[in-house]
T-cell receptor, first 114, second 112 residues
């Protein structure tokens, strides 16, 4: 069974540009999560989808971040316009059920904003 | 606000010994606590879940304890091997539907 995949693995962009990250969860997993790790800090929750609906977006830092999950399959996270402080590793995870269940993480996308 | 501390950034241990990693939290206790392993360039991998009413959980060479009085979880790897070298993260869940809150992790190196 394929795991969670993320694309691209690395992205280097200039401040002010737009970047779109993609996550493909494990097939059949209704729950999809986005997290971010900024250099030197802990992994922080951004948001949680159940199918195509946003269940919890309390961790989204500001309105420059837009997450979508049309059709309830893959998800995209767009940053527009990117700022220097957006640099970090963005992880996606998926799970079969909500709650304290195992989350399966992708390898992450390393975003560098210059 | 809630703070999670994992004992140290890095821990070196001799092969065959037991590694003990600590996760301390402040304020209110979580309903669940998870431990993950992360290797360089990869995402975290789930290892164990322990509930607030459980004192201890085991899985092969791994053992996790949860002490709500001390506000602490201990993660033990017995008979450690160089392949156990990785960063170990603790993550708290305050209820079944709240987001995971991660600690910064402890980088464990098992020396042959």
């Amino acid at each position: 069974e394929a795991g969670v995949t993320q694309f691209p693995s690395h992205s280097v962009i200039e401040k002010g540009q737009t970047v779109t990250l993609r996550c493909d969860p494990i097939s059949g997993h209704d729950n999809l999560y986005w997290y971010r790790r900024v250099m030197g800090k802990e992994i922080k929750f951004l948001l949680h989808f159940v199918k195509e609906s946003k269940q919890d977006e309390s961790g989204m830092p500001n309105n420059r971040f837009l997450a979508e999950r049309t059709g309830g399959t893959y998800s995209t996270l767009k940053v527009q316009p990117a700022e220097l402080e957006d640099s970090g590793v963005y992880f996606c995870a998926s799970s079969l059920r909500q709650g304290p269940n195992e989350q399966f993480f992708g390898p992450g996308t390393r975003l560098t904003v210059l | 606000s809630q703070k999670i501390e994992q004992n140290s950034e890095a821990l070196n241990i001799q092969e065959g010994k037991t590694a003990t990693l600590t996760c301390n939290y402040t304020n209110y206790s979580p309903a669940y606590l998870q431990w993950y392993r992360q290797d360089p360039g990869r995402g975290p991998v789930f290892l164990l879940l322990i509930r607030e009413n459980e004192k201890e959980k085991r899985k092969e060479r791994l053992k996790v304890t949860f002490d709500t009085t001390l506000k602490q979880s201990l993660f033990h790897i017995t008979a450690s091997q160089p392949a156990d070298s990785a960063t170990y993260l603790c993550a708290l869940l305050y209820s079944g539907n709240t987001p995971l809150v991660f600690g910064k992790g402890t980088r464990l190196s098992v020396i042959a």
